[in-house]
């Protein structure tokens, strides 16, 4: 089964400092997403990526926000000046294949802001 | 987007059989049901779809009455891995549009 593979699994940094989580989505695909989920809450949507620009993009995606494809196959998503409540797990995803019709979800980073 | 109502948890034990409901009555015409497996500290994972009557994969069944108005997610003969929220989306099939998750439903199942 196609994979979303993610890095860092954990990343703890401190308030104000940037991060920058990784992705890898399944090949082939132009579409990506990040998404986010705060400890005990709801999965929620961050921003969607097509063909190297943001195609949407919710209110919680501000201006500490931004995403990249540094290369062919790696997306980033940065978080400029972190906040307290930026603790959540972050994960992305890619379009499924086969007889996943829905999302294939890569495992996910902790980020932990203390 | 249809706004979904699922019950917050359920219980089960081994080799039961679980059905988890969920109402969607608002649900358009041309959207689907689809539903998500999520495990504590990891992504959801896409476990079945459907659009009218029943579907079936290796995993789980769907049942989908002629209304739309709900969907059954049925589980057969569950084990301890089967823990998890389980999410019911309503929305577009083709997988490149936005997710929109509700709070799910945790199911527990014991020895």
């Known amino acids: 089964e196609p994979e979303v593979t993610q890095t860092p699994s954990h990343q703890v940094t401190q308030m104000g400092q940037e991060v920058i989580l990784r992705c890898v989505p399944i090949s082939n695909h132009l579409y990506f997403y990040w998404y986010r989920q705060i400890l005990g809450q709801k999965v929620e949507f961050l921003v969607s990526f097509y063909n190297n620009e943001i195609s949407e993009k919710s209110e919680i995606f501000d201006d500490q926000f931004s995403v990249e494809r540094p290369d062919g196959s790696n997306f980033t998503l940065k978080i400029r000046s972190t906040k307290l409540e930026d603790s959540a797990m972050y994960f992305c995803a890619s379009p499924g294949e086969g007889d996943n019709y829905g999302y294939t979800f890569g495992s996910g980073t902790r980020l932990t802001v203390v | 987007l249809a706004k979904t109502t699922q019950p917050i948890s359920m219980d089960s034990y081994e080799g039961q059989e679980v059905n988890i409901t969920c109402s969607h009555n608002?649900?358009?015409?041309?959207?689907?049901i689809t539903w998500y497996q999520q495990f504590p500290s990891q992504g959801p994972r896409f476990i079945i779809q459907g659009y009218k009557t029943k579907v079936t994969n290796e995993v789980a069944s769907l049942f989908i009455p002629a209304d739309r108005k709900s969907s059954t997610l049925s589980l057969p003969r569950v084990s301890l891995s089967d823990t998890a929220v389980y999410y019911c989306l309503v929305g577009d099939s083709s997988g490149y549009s936005t997710l929109t998750f509700g709070k799910g439903t945790m199911l527990l199942v014991s020895p």
């Open positions: 608002n649900i358009a015409t041309n959207d689907y």
